[in-house]
């Protein structure tokens, strides 16, 4: 778990270098793959409704690129000394 | 020698049907639709099932194929304003058509900004059935109602210098959630050659169906290029840009590989993810062989003939 945590901040630190740390995350997605984000969508909308996508995907994507691994990371970190405690 | 070769809509005087037939027909038409309009009970039912933008139809153009169902064409769209899903028109309602105003500016004699009401009493109207090839292998065949691209450029003049036209959507964030989605670069733009937006084919749809354009594909004003795959004929205008320089259009600038600035149809072109060969037809979803130029070569091929080097099917 805390190696997952750790590879998570690396990642975070990475992605923000490589794309900058202000491009969304839905930006830099859509540079490496470009067809997914409305593929994402129109699965999302279909299987979970159009508030699911505007109220909680869309938000995420608009964090900085950087912030969604960062936060993952954190999650596991919490949940790793969580289970050792 | 010269070598004339008949093109499908050269059709001999005699073959022409009398204008007094037509317009017996279609006065009669006409009262016809009236009576029925006055004897039913519900008044304002029966007016909004009235065409509301008659246009004669243009033999020079004939589909070919059986027409799509209207409820097909207008429930099965791609307008990434309003959603990446097909079913978007009824999101796309809360669009208002009227009053819309469409700027031409740019190198152009005569900068123009016309209310798109004005625009459809100002040129005369005529209706076109043309096929529509969607790059996702899927076509349409239905009948639009407008003006030539030609005669909307006649008005403002181009400068000898304009090369390129660009065809900007409209951008209006209270009623287009898309637009809240960053990684799009809007507004969606797209462009053609000064070239292609002269030729005979290039449309400026007001009306489908007899009626006006709804607002899921396109209305109030669009441009339709047949021969191309879909995305390149734009919807909705708020602005005509004609420049020197070649635009880089919307889908060119999120995935330049696979939706390029010419995007003419050509099955034996397969898209870099799925085969170009044939087509699904809305409504019957029959599957047939998709044409090159989707079957409009004899009007445009001519254009590119010039162009080998350039990537003319993606």
């Known amino acids: 778990m805390f190696g997952l945590a750790a ?17 969304s995350f839905g930006i830099a997605l859509t540079r490496v793959l470009p067809g997914m984000m409305a593929s994402s969508q129109s699965f999302i909308v279909r299987n979970g409704g159009t508030g699911l996508w505007y109220n909680v995907v869309l938000p995420v994507m608009e964090t900085p690129c950087w912030v969604p691994f960062l936060a993952l990371g954190a999650l596991f970190l919490i949940i790793g000394i969580l289970r050792r405690v | 020698m010269l070598i004339k ?23 009669g038409l006409a009262l016809g639709a009236g009576a029925i309009a006055a004897l039913a009970s519900d008044g304002a039912q029966a007016q909004s099932a009235l065409p509301d933008l008659p246009a004669m139809r243009n033999p020079r153009y004939p589909g070919v194929r059986a027409l799509t169902p209207e409820r097909d064409a207008t429930t099965f769209n791609n307008y990434y304003e309003f959603g990446t899903d097909k079913g978007i028109s009824r999101v796309a309602q809360r669009m208002p058509l009227s009053p819309w105003t469409l700027k031409v500016e740019g190198m152009v004699a005569q900068p123009m ?3 798109v009401d004005d625009l ?40 000898p210098a304009a090369k390129y036209v660009v065809f900007e959507t409209a951008r209006l964030p209270a009623v287009m959630p898309g637009l809240r989605q960053s990684w799009y670069p809007w507004p969606y733009t797209e462009g053609c050659t000064i070239e292609e937006a002269r030729n005979e084919l290039s ?18 004003i669009r441009v339709l290029f047949p021969w191309k795959y879909g995305f390149k004929s734009g919807k909705s205008f708020s602005r005509i840009i004609l420049t020197d320089q070649r635009p880089v259009s919307f889908w060119e600038r999120i995935q330049g590989q696979e939706y390029g ?9 397969p898209h870099p993810r799925w085969s170009q060969a044939t087509e699904r037809l809305l409504g019957s979803n029959e599957r047939v062989p998709t044409q090159l130029f989707n079957g409009y070569g004899e009007f445009v091929a001519g254009l590119y003939t010039a162009l ?3 990537r003319l099917w993606t």
Not at chain 2, 207 to 214: D, I, R, S, T
Request: aromatic share 12%.
């Open chain 2, 113 to 115: 900004e016309f209310d």
């Open chain 2, 203 to 220: 449309f400026m749809a007001v009306g489908l169906y007899g009626k006006h354009v709804p607002q899921q594909n396109g209305g109030p």
């Open chain 2, 5 to 27: 070769r008949k093109r499908g809509w050269e059709l001999p005087e005699s073959a022409a049907t009398p204008e007094a037939v037509v317009l017996g027909r279609r006065k």
């Open chain 2, 261 to 269: 600035f010419w995007a003419n149809v050509n099955p034996e072109v």
């Open chain 2, 308 to 310: 080998s080097q350039e």
């Open chain 1, 7 to 23: 590879f998570l901040v690396i990642a975070a630190g990475a992605v923000a270098f490589f794309f900058g740390h202000l491009t």
């Open chain 2, 120 to 159: 459809r009493r100002r040129l005369p109207l005529e209706e076109r059935v043309y096929r529509l090839r969607c790059v996702e292998a899927w076509g349409m065949t239905v009948p639009w109602t407008g003006f030539p691209l030609s005669a909307l450029l006649a008005l403002v003049q181009p400068q």
